[in-house]
C-alpha cells in the first residue's frame, strides 16, 4: 500500500520568512495530493492540493510543487505570519477500488515567531 | 449544513469497556471514513465506507469495526477497549471522486484506563 514520508517533524522560522515541508510517496498510482493545517485542538482543514497532471499549484501565499518521476511533493509557505502556526499533513491518494482513500504523513509543526 | 458531526467530545474508558463513536454528516457524501491522530503518528487511517452497506479496512482495522446502514452515519465500535485505543478519532467524509476534498469532523479524544 501507499506510504507518505514528510520532513521535517518540526520547523521554526522567523515571521516573514519562508518555511518548506517536503513529501515522499511509494505509490506511482496516486495522483491526488492535498495538504491538511490542523491549529491546537482543532481538525484538518485543506489548504491546498494538487493532482498529478500539474506541476505546481499557488494560492497567495502558499504554493505547491509536485514531481512525479521522484515521487515527491512540496509545501511552501512565503512571507510567514504567526498565525500560520499549525501542524501540516501532507496525503497521497490514488484512485480506485478504494474510492481514494488519504494516506498522511506524520506531520510537520511549523512554528513562526513574530 | 452541520458538515461532519462527531459525540461525544471526550470520553473515558475502563479497559474491556465497549462503546460507539457516532459520526455523521448532511452533505449526502458516498465516502465516509475513520482516522485515529497519536502524537508523532500522524492520522492513520481505520475503516472506511465507499457507500451504505459498504465497508473496508484502513492501515489499523485491528479493535474497530463499523457498518453503514444509511448514507449520513457512519459508526465506530470499540467492542473491549484497551489502552493502546487512546488518541483522538476523527470521522471524514466527501464525495465519491477522488479529487473531492474531504472534511474532518471535530474529533473525538478517548483515553481508555
Known amino acids: 500500500g501507499e506510504n507518505v514520508e514528510q520532513h521535517p517533524s518540526t520547523l521554526s522560522v522567523q515571521e516573514g520568512d519562508s518555511a518548506v515541508i517536503k513529501c515522499t510517496y511509494s505509490?506511482?498510482?496516486?495522483?491526488?495530493f492535498p495538504w491538511y493545517k490542523q491549529e491546537l485542538g482543532k481538525r484538518p482543514q485543506l489548504i491546498i492540493d494538487i493532482r498529478s497532471n500539474v506541476g505546481e499549484k499557488k494560492d497567495q501565499r502558499i504554493a505547491v510543487t509536485l514531481n512525479k518521476t521522484a515521487k515527491h511533493f512540496s509545501l511552501h509557505i512565503t512571507e510567514t505570519q504567526p498565525e500560520d502556526s499549525a501542524v501540516y499533513f501532507c496525503?497521497?491518494?490514488?484512485?480506485?477500488?478504494?474510492?481514494?482513500?488519504?494516506?498522511f504523513g506524520k506531520g510537520t509543526k511549523l512554528s513562526v515567531k513574530p | 449544513n452541520a458538515g461532519v458531526t462527531q459525540t461525544p467530545k471526550f470520553q473515558v474508558l475502563k479497559t474491556g469497556q465497549s462503546m460507539t463513536l457516532q459520526c455523521a454528516q448532511d452533505?449526502?457524501?458516498?465516502?465516509m471514513s475513520w482516522y485515529r491522530q497519536d502524537p508523532g503518528m500522524g492520522l492513520r487511517l481505520i475503516h472506511y465506507?465507499?457507500?451504505?452497506?459498504?465497508?473496508d479496512q484502513g492501515e489499523v482495522p485491528n479493535g474497530y469495526n463499523v457498518s453503514r446502514s444509511t448514507t449520513e452515519d457512519f459508526p465506530l465500535r470499540l467492542l473491549s477497549a484497551a489502552p493502546s485505543q487512546t488518541s483522538v478519532y476523527f470521522c471524514?467524509?466527501?464525495?465519491?471522486?477522488?479529487?473531492?476534498?474531504?472534511?474532518f469532523g471535530p474529533g473525538t479524544r478517548l483515553t481508555v484506563l
Open positions: 471524514a467524509s466527501k464525495a465519491g471522486q477522488v479529487y473531492n476534498e474531504q472534511f
Open positions: 465506507s465507499v457507500g451504505a452497506g459498504i465497508t
Open positions: 505509490d506511482s498510482a496516486s495522483n491526488y
Open positions: 496525503a497521497a491518494s490514488s484512485y480506485g477500488g478504494s474510492q481514494g482513500n488519504l494516506i
Open positions: 452533505m449526502n457524501h458516498e465516502y
